[in-house]
């Protein structure tokens, strides 16, 4: 009764702001030869407010499902639990914009604008583990004309893990062009470059895009340590509201797989629902077929 007391606190407080309120839900249906299941895989209420030109903050609360190790050493996915995925201050310099906090990462922001199906798979990185989406540290960020500079230091842990050692993790990014192809026609090209002090995997990646016409494509290359992955992916735009997408993974993937594909629809129902039955394959293989659905405010 507490918790709930204070959720409706917090919420009256938010309400009551300036701010912007904002959240979306990723749900889906999926068969294969031995799973028959509706699934919520992703749940996030955000809120984000200007306290000046320079200066602002966010909060974004990520609902998910943890994963337990078994007796048997196999991890079976439990009920879900609440992180905190962004809690930052963003400060805006003339030397560029300073972030503090639980912050997103900038090792696949930008591959996964271009995916542009977030709701469908994660991106080539994000789906193989090779780094976490979000995570606590200092990040700077700067634009000169055409080109889009940040590094991070970080503890490496990722934002549903506490510190467990003095290393720091440290990424850097460079980008040319438009950062959401998703939303802007454009082009882009861009390399990522992450280490840690006490790994010897570094992590290092190029990838590029382009948006116009109706048609998007995208396609990107990494290596951790001797690992190696490539991802490209597509979506054409035949009607208003409908489009057609498909996707390959190669390499060294997680599950011990040497090829991932997605291929799919995706309809907009109404504004802020959308709709993406498709089908996988790993190894050439059927894997599954699943109806994705995106809800967001």
């Known amino acids: 009764m507490r918790k709930l007391i204070i959720i409706a606190m917090a919420i009256s407080f938010l309400m009551a702001g300036n701010g912007k309120i904002s959240g979306y839900t990723f749900f889906d249906y999926s068969w294969s030869d031995d799973e028959n299941s509706f699934e919520i895989h992703r749940s996030y209420f ?5 306290l000046s030109e320079k200066l602002s903050y966010e909060l974004k609360l990520d609902v998910g499902r943890e994963s337990l190790f078994q007796s048997d050493e196999t991890t079976k996915e439990s009920r879900l639990f609440v992180y905190v995925k962004y809690a930052k201050v963003d400060w805006k310099t003339n030397h560029g914009k300073l972030t503090f906090g639980m912050q997103g990462m900038n090792v696949f922001n930008i591959q996964e604008k271009t995916w542009g199906y977030r709701f469908v798979e994660k991106s ?3 789906f193989n583990k090779w780094a976490s989406s979000a995570d606590l540290g200092i990040g700077w960020s700067k634009s000169f004309s055409d080109f889009h500079a940040s590094m991070l230091v970080t503890n490496g842990n990722g934002y549903k893990k506490a510190e467990e050692n003095e290393s720091k993790k440290h990424s850097f990014q460079l980008v040319c062009g438009e950062k959401k192809l998703s939303k802007n026609d454009g082009f882009n090209l861009g390399g ?3 280490f840690e002090e006490l790994s010897e995997d570094k992590l290092f990646g190029v990838f590029g895009g382009y ?3 109706g048609l ?3 396609g990107e290359f990494g290596q951790l340590g001797t690992t190696r992955l490539m991802s490209f992916y597509g979506n054409y735009n035949v009607l208003d509201k409908f489009e057609i997408f498909c996707r390959f993974d190669s390499g060294d993937l997680d599950n011990d797989k040497t090829s991932y594909a997605i ?3 995706s309809y ?3 504004k802020g629902l ?3 039955p498709n089908i996988r394959f790993s190894d050439n293989q059927f894997a599954e077929m699943k109806v994705n659905f995106l809800f967001k405010f």
């Open 46 to 50: 955000g809120y984000k407010k200007d």
């Open 124 to 126: 080539a990185m994000d």
């Open 192 to 194: 990522i470059y992450v």
């Open 211 to 213: 948006a116009g016409n």
């Open 216 to 218: 998007r494509i995208g």
């Open 263 to 265: 291929a799919g629809l």
């Open 268 to 270: 907009a129902l109404e």
């Open 274 to 276: 959308t709709i993406a």
